[in-house]
C-alpha cells in the first residue's frame, strides 16, 4: 500500500535559519505529492504540491521538488520566520481510485527568536 | 476560494449519547469529501470517504455503525458518531475535493473536537 515517512520532530531553529523536512513516499503508479501545515489550534492547510515528477511546489516561500528516482518530497524554506512555528505534514493522493490523502506523522516546527 | 466549514467546532457529550457533525464546503461544489480522525500529536487517520448520494467506504478497522456518515449534496456531509464512548474522544477533521478543480487536491474543515465523558 502507499505510505509516507517524515522526519521526526520537534525541529527547533532560530529565525533566519534554513528549513529542511525530509519526506519519502511509496506508492504504486505517479501519485501527487502535498505539503499540508497545521498551526496552532487550526485546521490543515495546503501549503503546497506538486503532481509528477519533477515538479517543483512552492508558496510563502517554502519549496519542494517531486524527484521520483529518490521518491522523496523534501520541504525546504531559505530562512524561517517565527511564524512558521507550526506541524508540516507530506502526504500523498493516488492518481486513480478514491484519491484520498494518506498523510505521514507530521513535524513540529519550533522557530525562536 | 475553497472553503470547508465544520459545525460544531467543539462538543462535550455523556457517554451512550450520539453526536451529529456536518461539514460544508461553503463556495464549491464537493465531488468527494473524507472524514479523517486525528489523535493527540499524531496524524491524520483516514475513516471514509463519502460521494453524493451513495454508501460511504470505510476504511479498515472503522465500524460502519457507529460512524454513521450522510453526504446528502454535494455541499454538505455529516459524520454521526453512535452511543459515543471516552475512547471516540478525539479531533475528527472532514475534508473536500471540488468537483470543477483538481480532484487530487484536498481542502479541510477546521476539525471537530469530540470529548465524550
Known amino acids: 500500500g502507499n505510505s509516507v515517512t517524515q522526519m521526526e520532530g520537534p525541529v527547533t531553529l532560530s529565525e533566519e535559519a534554513f528549513l529542511t523536512i525530509n519526506c519519502t513516499y511509496t506508492?504504486?503508479?505517479?501519485?501527487?505529492l502535498f505539503w499540508y501545515v497545521q498551526y496552532p489550534g487550526e485546521g490543515l492547510q495546503l501549503l503546497l504540491k506538486?503532481?509528477?515528477?519533477?515538479d517543483k511546489g512552492s508558496n510563502k516561500g517554502f519549496e519542494a521538488t517531486y524527484r521520483k528516482e529518490t521518491t522523496s518530497f523534501h520541504l525546504e524554506k531559505g530562512s524561517v520566520q517565527v511564524s512558521d512555528s507550526a506541524v508540516y505534514f507530506c502526504a500523498l493522493s493516488a492518481n486513480t481510485g478514491r484519491r484520498a490523502l494518506t498523510f505521514g506523522s507530521g513535524t513540529r516546527l519550533q522557530v525562536q527568536p | 476560494g475553497a472553503v470547508v466549514s465544520q459545525h460544531p467546532s467543539r462538543v462535550i457529550c455523556k457517554s451512550g449519547t450520539s453526536v451529529k457533525i456536518e461539514c460544508r464546503s461553503l463556495?464549491?461544489?464537493?465531488?468527494?469529501m473524507f472524514w479523517y480522525r486525528q489523535f493527540p500529536k499524531q496524524s491524520l487517520m483516514l475513516m471514509a470517504t463519502s460521494n453524493e448520494g451513495s454508501k460511504a467506504t470505510y476504511e479498515q478497522g472503522v465500524e460502519k455503525d457507529k460512524f454513521l456518515i450522510n453526504h446528502a449534496s454535494l455541499t454538505l456531509s455529516t459524520l454521526t458518531v453512535t452511543s459515543a464512548h471516552p475512547e471516540d474522544s478525539s479531533f475528527y477533521i472532514c475534508?473536500?475535493?471540488?468537483?470543477?478543480?483538481?480532484?487530487?487536491?484536498?481542502?479541510f474543515g477546521p476539525g471537530t473536537r469530540l470529548t465524550v465523558l
Open positions: 506538486a503532481t509528477k515528477a519533477d
Open positions: 506508492a504504486t503508479g505517479y501519485p501527487s
Open positions: 463556495d464549491f461544489q464537493a465531488t468527494t
Open positions: 475534508s473536500a475535493s471540488a468537483r470543477d478543480r483538481s480532484t487530487d487536491t484536498q481542502y
